[in-house]
C-alpha cells in the first residue's frame, strides 16, 4: 500500500488509481528561457522517484510533463536576442532533454508545448467566460474573477474574508498579499514584438495558468488521479489550475497534489532571481557526474528543504564507490546455484515500507545499505542478492550493474579504446601500452579479457 502527503487534505492517505490500475500524473515542466539550475532538478527527481515508487507498487503510469515555451520570460529572451520564440525555446528545450538522461530521469509519456495547443486554451477561456467566471476587461485581456468560484483558497488554504479580493494581477507570478482576479488571456503589448495569436477577444496570448488545465485535461482527463511541482507551484499555480478545470467542466480536478519542497543555498531558495544557482552542466564541468548529483538530489525527504553543499556531492561520490564495489565483486562472483540468504527478504521489506511511507527515501536508502553491509560481510554467491539491489534500483536509479559497460565514458576515451582495439587486433602490443597509459593520465583503467577490453573509473 502507497502512502503519501495530499496537499489538498493536508494528510497522508493511499494512493490508488480511479481507473485501470493507472495512475495519470501530470507534472509541470520547466520554462525553456534559459538552462534548468539544479532546484528546478531536485523537483524532477523528485517526480522520477515518484513515478517509479508507483511503478515498483505495480501499477501504471501516464505521465505528463509541459514545456512552457510561451511567457513574459521566454518572450523577452527571444526578442532580446532578435531570433523568432520558436528558436529561442529549442535550444533549452533540447538541453533540458539532455540533462534529464544525465540525471537518469525516466522521460515523461508527453512533452506538450503550451505553443502547439493555443486553441485548446482558447476553449477553455471561452468556456470559462460564457459561464460567467471570466470576463475581458479594458484592454483586450481576460481574467478569472475569483469570487466567482467558491472554491478558490482551498489548496493553499487561504482564508479569503481576509483578503483584499477584487483587485487584478496581470502578472503570472504573485503571492498571496496579492490574490485577486487572475489573467487568462493577455491582450497583445508592445513588448511582445512578433509573438501573438488571434482569438476573439484580439490579439494575445496566453496566461501561464491556463496552459496547465488546458493541456493536462487534454491528456489525462476531467479528472485525474495526481498532480505534482515544487512547493512555489502552490499558489497561485496550481490553485488557479483548480479553479479554471473545476469552473468549466464542474468535476474535481485532481484527486492528489503533492509538492517538493526547496533546494537551498546556505538556507535560501536556489532560484535564477536570487542568482544562487548552478545548472546540471556547471556541476558537470566541475566533474561531478550526473550519478552523484542524482544520489544527492533524491537522498533527502522531498518534503523537507535541503541544502546544497559541495561536501554532499563528495559523500555522494564515497557512497556510490561502496555500492559499487559491493555489487561489482557480487557480480563477479555470481553462483546461481547458491541459496538467497535470509537478509535479502529483511532488507527488501525495509526497503518497501520505507518508500510506501510517503516516499522516505533517506529510510530506503538505510535498506540498501543494510544490504550492502550483510552482503560483503557474508560473501554470499546468491543472485538472490543482485536481484534485490536491481528491484531496489528500480526506484532509485543510482546503481550501475555490469559496471564497465555502463559507466559514462567520455568521448576522448572512447576514442582511444576504439585505437587500442584496432592496435590488438594488429599485434601492435607497444602501441597497445602506450594506449593504456594514456587512457589511464585520464583517469581510467583498462581491463582487458576474453570479451574484450573494458575501462572503469579509478
Ligand atoms: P520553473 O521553470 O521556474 O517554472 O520551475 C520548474 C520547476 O522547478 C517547478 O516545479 C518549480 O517549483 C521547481 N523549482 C524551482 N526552483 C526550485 C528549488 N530551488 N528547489 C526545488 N524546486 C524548484
Ligand atoms: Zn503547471
Known sequence: M????????????????????EIRLYTCGPTVYNFAHIG???????????????????????????????????????????????????TYKDAFFADLKKLNIIPADVYPAATDHIPEMIALVESLVEKGVAYKSDDGSVYFNVRKFPGYGKLAHIDFDNQRTGQRCAADEYDKENVGDFALW???????GPVGWDSPWGRGRPGWHIECSAMSMKYLGETF??????IDNLFPHHENEIAQAEASTGKPFVNTWMHCAHL???????SKSAGNFFTLRELLEKGFTGREIRYV??????????????????????????????????????????????FVAKALEDFTAAVNDDLNIPRAFAALFELVRET??????????????KRMDEVLGIIFFGKSEKEDVPAEVASLLE????????????????????????????????????????
Open 297 to 342: 538530489l533524491v537522498n533527502a525527504h522531498y518534503r523537507q528543504g535541503l541544502n546544497f553543499a559541495f561536501s554532499a556531492l563528495e559523500d555522494a561520490r564515497k557512497s556510490l564507490e561502496r555500492i559499487d564495489r559491493c555489487v561489482d565483486a557480487l557480480e563477479k562472483r555470481i553462483d546461481p546455484a547458491a541459496e538467497t540468504p535470509d
Open 264 to 270: 537551498k543555498v546556505n538556507g535560501e531558495k536556489m
Open 419 to 458: 585505437e587500442r582495439a584496432a592496435a590488438r587486433a594488429a599485434k601492435n602490443w607497444a602501441e597497445s601500452d602506450r594506449l593504456r597509459d594514456a587512457i589511464a593520465a585520464l583517469g581510467w583503467v583498462v581491463k582487458d579479457s576474453r570479451e574484450g577490453q573494458s575501462v572503469t573509473k579509478k
Open 376 to 389: 560483503n560481510a557474508s560473501n554470499t554467491t546468491a543472485k538472490g542478492v543482485l536481484d534485490a539491489f
Open 40 to 90: 528546478n532538478f531536485r523537483a524532477y527527481a523528485f517526480e522520477d522517484i515518484l513515478r517509479r515508487v508507483i511503478q515498483f507498487n505495480g501499477m501504471k503510469v501516464k505521465h505528463v510533463m509541459n514545456l512552457t515555451d510561451v511567457d513574459d520570460k521566454t518572450i523577452r529572451g527571444a526578442n532580446a536576442a532578435g531570433v523568432a520564440l520558436t528558436d529561442y525555446t529549442k
Open 225 to 230: 488521479d495526481l498532480h505534482t511541482g515544487g
Open 2 to 21: 502507497m502512502n503519501v502527503f495530499n496537499s489538498l487534505t493536508r494528510g497522508v492517505e493511499e494512493l490508488k488509481p480511479i481507473a485501470d490500475n
Open 186 to 192: 493577455k491582450a497583445w503589448e508592445d513588448s511582445d
